[in-house]
């Protein structure tokens, strides 16, 4: 495999992303790795958490002869821009310009690039159907299907639910404190707010995810879809996987493997997020690539 470094010209900055080939000449079939929320760089890592889906991605499609591009967010990393000022479409129109990069590359076969999007970077995905030149095909990891708002709501509930037994009796109190700050973002004005969450979050951000429904995007997806949710995911609904087979129009392929967590790990355990800890202290499901790198072998054969 080699790596490269790379510039996408998006609207005010420039980014730094790292784009995987296959060595041999060519045009290849290529991926957009889009990262989820909060200060994410290429490879899938922030200020806590290291999820090391982006080289792990990277590696296991330049075997399948596919190109891997990832990029540092706006502000993170090497990529210019504030990101304490980005908003939520801005990182759609950041992906979209990073689709237009990577499809512009000697070495891509333009016709068959696809994007890869975990947790909100699948809601970015899909929202690329609106880009001047859509993928070719979504992969959409821990995508949700419906309005932030309803997603965020939901991720409340299950996270109180999974609590440790003793901490249970607190989760009506965590429900309740959501969704008064999910009121107070949905009323703000401000980019961002003096008591900003540890996900470096900012209420622009939120008001605007809030707000996003992907159910239109999918609906209009008439490209081949993976969509893959962990069945230990408290962050979004593993049922969100049936809703964007039911939604989309393009061949569909649905996996909800049954420990999967939303950090893209195995965990035998109960679901929760004090999990979390614990499971980035082991390596990231490898079925998770190959089946990425399976589906595009299938789909987006020439």
């Known amino acids: ?3 490269q470094s790379v510039e996408i010209r998006a609207a005010g900055a420039l980014l730094a992303g790292a784009l995987s080939r296959p060595d041999g000449d060519g045009r290849h079939p290529s991926a957009l790795l889009i990262n989820g929320s909060g200060p994410i760089d290429r490879d899938s890592a922030m200020p806590g958490m290291a999820l090391g889906l982006g080289r792990e991605l990277a590696v296991a499609l330049a075997d399948h002869d596919c190109v891997t591009l990832r990029y540092d967010k706006r502000g993170v990393g090497t990529s210019q821009g504030d990101y304490l000022s980005t908003g939520f479409h801005d990182e759609c129109r950041d992906a979209a310009a990073a689709l237009a990069a990577l499809r512009a590359h000697p070495a891509v076969d333009p016709e068959r690039v696809f994007v890869v999007g975990h947790s909100t970077g699948a809601v970015v995905a899909a929202n690329l159907v609106r880009a001047v030149a859509p993928p070719a095909g979504y992969v959409l ?3 949700a299907a419906q309005p932030g708002d309803q997603v965020m709501a939901w991720q409340s509930d299950r996270i109180a639910a999974t609590l440790p037994r003793l901490l249970r ?33 900012t209420d622009r951000w939120l ?12 609906a209009v997806i008439d490209r081949p879809v993976l969509a893959i949710t962990g069945g230990k995911d408290v962050q979004v609904d593993p049922a969100d996987v049936s809703r ?17 967590t ?9 679901p929760g997020l004090w999990r979390y800890r ?12 190959e089946r990425i790198a399976a589906w595009a072998r299938i789909r987006l054969a020439s």
């Open 1 to 3: 495999m080699r790596e």
């Open 141 to 143: 990891l821990a995508g």
């Open 169 to 201: 009796p607190l989760g009506p109190v965590l429900v309740r404190r959501q969704a008064r700050e999910r009121d107070r973002i949905r009323r703000s004005t401000t980019d961002r707010h003096d008591r900003m969450p540890r996900s470096r979050l």
């Open 207 to 218: 008001r605007e995810y809030l707000a996003h429904d992907p159910g239109p995007d999918l």
């Open 244 to 260: 964007i087979g039911r939604l989309v129009t393009g061949p569909f392929d649905g996996e909800v493997p049954p420990d999967l």
């Open 262 to 270: 939303h950090l893209l790990r195995r965990d035998p355990g109960q």
């Open 278 to 289: 614990a499971q980035l202290r082991g390596p990231m499901d490898g079925w998770v690539t």
